[in-house]
C-alpha cells in the first residue's frame, strides 16, 4: 500500500513537473509574440509619425504665399480621388475643419492630403447673432449643392457652395447679387485675429477661396465625413481621445 501511495506520489510530482514546464514555454511563447505585436505597432507609430511630419513640412512648403479668393490655396495639385476609390472605411477621405488656425484639411487617415485657407466664424458665446454661429461636431456632406446662390434676405452669396447641416455649407468667398466678391471677407481667408468685435460674418457656413469651393463641390461625393472643431470642443489636433475610433 505504501509503495503504491509512493508511486502516486511520483506520478503527480511528474505530472506536475510537465505542466510547469509546458506553461513556462507557453507562457515564453506569448511574451515573445505580444513583444513582436508590441515591437511591430511601435514601428507603425513611428513610421505614421515621421510620414505625417515629412508631409507637414510638404504642406508648409505648398501653401500660397499670398491668399488669393480666385485661386487655389496650394501650389500642389489637389488629391486625385481616383487613388482612395478602394481605401478602407478609416481612411476615407473626409474634411477637418480648424476655427483656431482657419483652415481646412482634407484627410485620409491620419495624414492631410491637402491645406485650404478657411474663414471661419468663432462661437464666443453661447447666445450669438445668427451670422456669427458655426455648427461645431460631426458632420456629412448633403447631397444639396450647387453652382451659385444669392440670399436676398442676408445680402450674401456665393459660388460652389456644397451643404453639410442644411442652410451651411462649404462655399466660395461671399459675392453680393451682381457676383461681386466682398473684398473685405476675402481678405479674411486664413486670417486668425478673429475676434468677438469683428467675427466672421459667415451664417454657419464655411468660406473659401473659389478654386478649394469648386473642387469639393466637384470631387467629394454626399456622405463624406466633416469635423469642425471648435473652441467648445477639442482642441486642434484631430484627434478625440474620449471618443472611440469611428468604426464605421
Do not use: C
Amino acid at each position: 500500500m505504501k509503495k503504491n501511495s509512493n508511486l502516486i506520489y511520483w506520478i503527480v510530482a511528474g505530472v506536475l513537473v510537465i505542466i510547469a514546464i509546458y506553461s513556462g514555454v507557453h507562457m515564453h511563447q506569448l511574451e515573445s509574440k505580444n513583444a513582436v505585436v508590441v515591437s511591430k505597432k511601435m514601428s507603425m507609430s513611428s513610421s505614421i509619425s515621421t510620414k505625417q511630419k515629412k508631409i507637414k513640412k510638404q504642406q508648409t512648403r505648398g501653401m500660397a504665399k499670398k491668399v488669393e479668393w480666385n485661386k487655389p490655396s496650394m501650389t500642389i495639385p489637389y488629391p486625385d480621388m481616383d487613388a482612395y476609390k478602394n481605401v478602407k472605411k478609416k481612411d476615407k477621405v473626409r474634411l477637418v475643419v480648424s476655427t483656431k488656425k482657419q483652415r481646412v484639411y482634407v484627410m485620409s487617415g491620419p495624414y492631410i492630403l491637402y491645406t485650404m485657407y478657411a474663414s471661419v466664424g468663432k462661437n464666443y458665446e453661447k447666445h450669438l447673432p445668427i451670422q456669427h454661429v458655426t455648427p461645431v461636431g460631426k458632420y456629412k456632406l448633403d447631397q444639396a449643392r450647387g453652382q451659385e446662390f444669392y440670399d436676398e434676405s442676408r445680402k450674401i452669396g456665393g459660388k460652389y457652395w456644397t451643404s453639410y447641416k442644411g442652410p451651411y455649407h462649404f462655399q466660395s468667398v461671399p459675392m453680393d447679387k451682381n457676383g461681386k466678391v466682398d473684398q473685405k471677407l476675402a481678405e479674411r481667408l486664413g486670417k486668425t485675429n478673429i475676434t468677438r468685435k469683428h467675427n466672421v460674418r459667415a451664417y454657419g457656413s464655411i468660406l473659401l477661396t473659389e478654386p478649394d469651393a469648386k473642387w469639393i463641390y466637384e470631387n467629394l461625393p454626399a456622405g463624406t465625413k466633416v469635423t469642425i472643431k471648435g473652441k467648445d470642443v477639442i482642441p486642434d489636433n484631430f484627434k478625440d481621445k474620449k471618443e472611440k475610433a469611428d468604426k464605421d
